[in-house]
């Protein structure tokens, strides 16, 4: 064998040796996409997952929003028609009893009626219960709609 025939050989044997090497490489490459590929696959639809998951909250949010204050509304206009007509609100009341001995006359009589901060009080009372319930309901929704599913 001729000293050129060696070294053609050789360089046969080199350029084998690189495309077992580069293909090799190819195929670790090309598994590592595939493995990367299915993750990014597999984020894209927990994210997705996610998102409607997000909008669907924000909805429930909303609407609970919404129900708090339109209660809010009809309570701040109940106080103001019984602001203006106060005769119009009824409350349930009982009236101490007139013992036997005293006189009975209506000189002094009064038409029974709360007073002012009664009145004020009863109103917050009433809104803040109104409050409580909205967000009772929305956190039921919210454990239901979270957790639960």
């Known amino acids: 064998m001729s000293y050129l025939s060696k070294i053609m050989v050789i360089m046969i044997l080199c350029l084998g040796i690189g495309l077992f090497w580069l293909i090799d490489k190819n195929k670790s490459l090309r598994n590592e996409y595939n493995n990367i590929n299915q993750s990014l696959i597999q984020q894209i639809a927990e994210n997705k997952d996610y998102q409607l998951r997000i909008n669907q909250l924000n909805q429930l949010d909303n609407r609970h929003l919404q129900e708090l ?79 639960i599913h």
């Open 69 to 147: 204050v339109h209660a809010k509304k009809e309570i701040d206009q109940l106080r103001d028609i019984s602001e203006r007509a106060p005769e119009r609100v009824y409350i349930k009341a009982e009236c101490p009893k007139v013992s036997a001995t005293s006189t009975t006359s209506l000189v002094n009589a009064n038409t029974a009626r709360p007073t002012d901060t009664a009145i004020r009080n009863y109103w917050i009372l009433r809104e803040r219960i109104a409050q409580s319930e909205r967000i009772i309901l929305g956190l039921q929704d919210y454990i239901r709609q979270e957790c």
